[in-house]
């Protein structure tokens, strides 16, 4: 599986962007596409997760309300969708997916096989 990553760049305190990852290759029907971030000196973090089966979303307490996973399948394209975004959402957001990943672990980084580029958010106050 690949996967490109695109949409980041610098916003305001307040503002909005739309993060998108397209996926290519083989894919299962346990398929699950995720977005991580990673700030300056801290560990890689959960944000937002879409699963094939059911079609299920998960977003991390700490952007729920302001972030949104959705997913194109036409296009097998998700996005992630940054409202109210705050200087605390500065942080390179990584797109990843995993075809066999188990629901305990769909928050953990280490269970993904598949990482697409880093793409740079940054929010100034």
């Known amino acids: 599986v690949q996967l490109q990553a695109s949409g980041g760049g610098l916003v305001q305190a307040g503002g909005s962007l739309r993060l998108s990852c397209a996926a290519s290759?083989?894919?299962?029907?346990?398929?699950?596409m995720a977005w991580f971030r990673q700030a300056p000196g801290k560990e890689r973090e959960f944000v937002a997760a879409?699963?094939?089966?059911?079609?299920?979303?998960y977003v991390a307490d700490t952007v729920k309300g302001r972030f949104t996973i959705s997913r194109d399948n036409a296009k097998n394209t998700v996005y992630l969708q940054m409202n109210s975004l705050n200087p605390e959402d500065t942080a390179v957001y990584y797109c990843a997916a995993d075809n066999s990943i188990i629901l305990s672990g769909l928050r953990d980084f280490v269970q993904y096989d598949y990482w697409g580029q880093g793409t740079l958010v940054t929010v100034s106050s």
């Open positions: 290759g083989a894919t299962s029907s346990r398929f699950v």
């Open positions: 879409w699963r094939r089966n059911g079609g299920y979303t």
